[in-house]
C-alpha cells in the first residue's frame, strides 16, 4: 500500500515538475522575444503592399431591371414658401425573385422637379460617390432628399442656397434611375407660395 502511495505522489510530481519546467523555459522564450524587439534584433518579415489588389469577382450579379424595381415618392407637406425648403422621401423597392444590384447614390436615385413641362431642379446636378445596393425581393431603400426651392444650373453648385429661388406656382416630383430610366415614382405636386 505505501508502495502504491510512493508511485501516485512521484507521478504526480514529475508532472508538477514538468509543468513547471516547461512555464520557465516558456517565460524565458517569451522574454527574450520582447528584449529582441526592444533592441531592434528582433527576426520578423513586414509584409508590404503598394497597391491593394483588385477583388475577385467569383460570381457575377446582375443589375436591377425596370420589371424589379418600383419607386414611390412622396413630400413631406403640400406646401412650401417661397425660399422655404421640402423635404421629399424616396423609397426603392425591389420586387423581382432573384437579389441584384442597384444604384441608390445620388446621383442614381434621381428626382426631378418640374414646372409647366421645363425642369427647374435636379437632385443628381453634383457627382455623388457611388452607393450600390444588393437587394433581394422585398428590400427597400428610403432616403429623405431635401429641395430647397432653389433652380438648378448646368454646372455643379455646391452652396445650393446661393442659387437662385423658384417662384410662387405649382411642381410636379417625379423619382427615377439613371441607369434604368423607365422606372419613374408617380408624379407628386406641391404649392409654392
Known amino acids: 500500500m505505501y508502495r502504491r502511495r510512493r508511485i501516485v505522489v512521484g507521478a504526480a510530481a514529475l508532472v508538477v515538475l514538468f509543468v513547471l519546467g516547461f512555464t520557465l523555459y516558456s517565460l524565458g522564450r517569451g522574454a527574450g522575444a520582447v528584449v529582441n524587439v526592444a533592441l531592434g534584433n528582433a527576426d520578423h ?18 443589375n436591377c431591371s425596370a420589371k424589379d424595381t418600383r419607386l414611390e ?7 412650401v414658401s417661397v425660399g422655404g425648403s421640402l423635404d421629399w422621401v424616396a423609397t426603392i423597392t425591389h420586387e423581382g425573385s432573384g437579389s441584384c444590384l442597384i444604384d441608390a447614390s445620388d446621383s442614381g436615385r434621381v428626382l426631378t422637379i418640374t414646372s409647366g413641362g421645363k425642369t427647374v431642379w435636379r437632385s443628381d446636378s453634383c457627382p455623388a460617390e457611388s452607393r450600390s445596393l444588393l437587394m433581394a425581393k ?5 432616403k429623405t432628399i431635401t ?24 411642381y410636379v416630383g ?9 422606372v419613374k415614382s408617380q408624379p407628386v405636386t406641391i404649392e409654392v407660395q
Do not use: M
Open 45 to 62: 518579415s513586414v509584409l508590404e503592399r503598394d497597391t491593394s489588389p483588385e477583388p475577385h469577382h467569383s460570381a457575377s450579379v446582375r
Open 73 to 79: 415618392l412622396t413630400a413631406k407637406t403640400a406646401t
Open 138 to 142: 422585398g428590400d427597400k431603400d428610403v
Open 147 to 170: 429641395w430647397n426651392t432653389s433652380r438648378t444650373t448646368d454646372e455643379c453648385v455646391q452652396d445650393q442656397d446661393s442659387l437662385s429661388k423658384v417662384d410662387r406656382g405649382t
Open 174 to 182: 417625379v423619382l427615377s434611375l439613371k441607369k434604368a430610366p423607365k
